[in-house]
Nanobody
Framework: QVQLVESGGGLVQAGGSLTLSCAAS????????MGWYRQAPGKQRELVAT???????DYADSVKGRFTISRDNAKNTGYLQMNTLKPEDTAVYYC?????????????????WGQGTQVTVSS
């Protein structure tokens, strides 16, 4: 069974930076697409970014130019570098992965999820 563990969340001032990590273990040969979603209180879970095993990336418009998704296949780890953070980026950030190399279009279709890590951006 694949397990995803996020780390790197915390409290940061607006304009600051954070890097989230997602360590995968157990059945890692089946991981292809990886992604990050976030969910703010009272809001639906929304896509932040996705990356295929080969490194093709996609981003939500709200984070383009500020966030960078990456992965190290040798370390079975994914990353989300977040720069120029805004208060509206405050949310629980979830790492996700799928056995398909095509990132699912709906969050309910992803195979594996981490427990989430809180990111709070103060104004």
């Amino acid at each position: 069974q694949v397990q995803l563990v996020e780390s790197g969340g915390g409290l940061v001032q607006a304009g600051g930076s954070l890097t989230l990590s997602c360590a995968a273990s157990g059945g890692i040969l089946r991981l292809n697409a990886m992604g990050w979603y976030r969910q703010a209180p009272g809001k639906q879970r929304e896509l932040v970014a996705t990356i295929t095993r080969g490194g093709n990336t996609d981003y939500a418009d709200s984070v383009k130019g500020r966030f960078t998704i990456s992965r190290d296949n040798a370390k079975n780890t994914g990353y989300l570098q977040m720069n120029t953070l805004k208060p509206e980026d405050t949310a629980v950030y979830y790492c996700t992965a799928d056995s398909s190399n095509r990132p699912p279009t709906r969050w309910t279709e992803w195979d594996y999820w981490g427990q989430g890590t809180q990111v709070t951006v103060s104004s």
